[in-house]
């Protein structure tokens, strides 16, 4: 089970530290990544933190404004992001699998959300003045 939480309403500019909790199994085996979807759009990756070395990737959506890590004794994963805008309101979920998933594509990493097996139920992020 993944439990995400922090989300809530952020002014632009401002910043957002976000936690999954999981439960059910251990950590450690699995890559967890973040996703968010917007009203009315597909769902994107954010970042992914890979099980076995901590190897981080990030996507374009929000490079050089979000920070992903993990404490897997403590069983959590945790996304920092920064210089929130507008167009960052959005539910932002966590997933987990036993494979990474991501793939590098003309110089960018893209998550395959469809190939992540398990879920959170998302929390919400609203930036807004």
């Known amino acids: 089970q993944l439990l995400e939480s922090g989300g809530g309403l952020v002014q632009p500019g401002g910043s957002l530290a976000l936690s999954c909790g999981f439960s059910g199994g251990t950590l450690a085996y699995y890559t967890v990544a973040w996703f968010r979807q917007a009203p009315g759009k597909e769902r994107e990756g954010i970042a992914a933190?890979?099980?076995?070395?901590?190897?981080?990737y990030y996507t374009d959506s929000m490079k050089g404004r979000s920070t992903i890590s993990r404490d897997d004794a403590n069983n959590m994963v945790y996304l920092q992001i920064k210089n929130l805008k507008s167009e960052d309101t959005a539910v932002y979920y966590c997933?987990?699998?036993?494979?990474?998933?991501?793939?590098?594509?003309?110089?960018?990493?893209?998550?395959?959300?469809?190939?992540?097996?398990?879920w959170g139920q998302g929390t919400q992020v609203t930036v807004s003045s």
């Open positions: 933190i890979r099980s076995s070395d901590f190897a981080t």
């Open positions: 997933a987990a699998d036993l494979h990474l998933n991501v793939i590098l594509r003309n110089g960018s990493y893209f998550i395959l959300s469809e190939e992540y097996d398990y």
